[in-house]
Nanobody
Framework: QVQLVESGGGLVQAGGSLRLSCAAS????????MGWFRQAPGKEREFVAA????????SVADSVKGRFTISRDNAKNTVYLQMNSLKPEDTAVYYC??????????????????WGQGTQVTVSS
């Protein structure tokens, strides 16, 4: 069993920054890749970023490349999403994903079965 708890969302003006955190407990956190997804109103959930178990490899969606950075601290069982130069189109509920995951060398992330409750990010223009 894995529990994921996101935090750090909020309201920010366009061009601003936020850092999301996802605290994991339960299954051994450091053995697996972790990912972030987001879902805007009326849209499907979409991949944002993922990081390998060691932190040595990352994958980021083209829509956020150069603005978002994913990182992790295995000692704290926490994965982070640093979001800079935010745009109104980044407005969404952001979800952390974990469990039995995979991030291959082509950057494709296979999500696990566990999701956090989500944290709202709203970017005003």
């Amino acid at each position: 069993q894995v529990q994921l708890v996101e935090s750090g969302g909020g309201l920010v003006q366009a061009g601003g920054s936020l850092r999301l955190s996802c605290a994991a407990s339960g299954r051994t956190f450091s053995n697996y890749a972790m990912g972030w997804f987001r879902q805007a109103p009326g849209k499907e959930r979409e991949f944002v970023a993922a990081i390998s178990w060691s932190g040595g490899r990352t994958s980021v969606a083209d829509s956020v490349k150069g603005r978002f950075t994913i990182s992790r601290d295995n000692a704290k069982n926490t994965v982070y999403l640093q979001m800079n130069s935010l745009k109104p189109e980044d407005t969404a509920v952001y979800y952390c994903n974990g469990g039995v995951t995979n991030l291959n060398y082509s950057g494709k992330y296979t999500p696990g079965d566990y999701w956090g409750q989500g944290t709202q990010v709203t970017v005003s223009s």
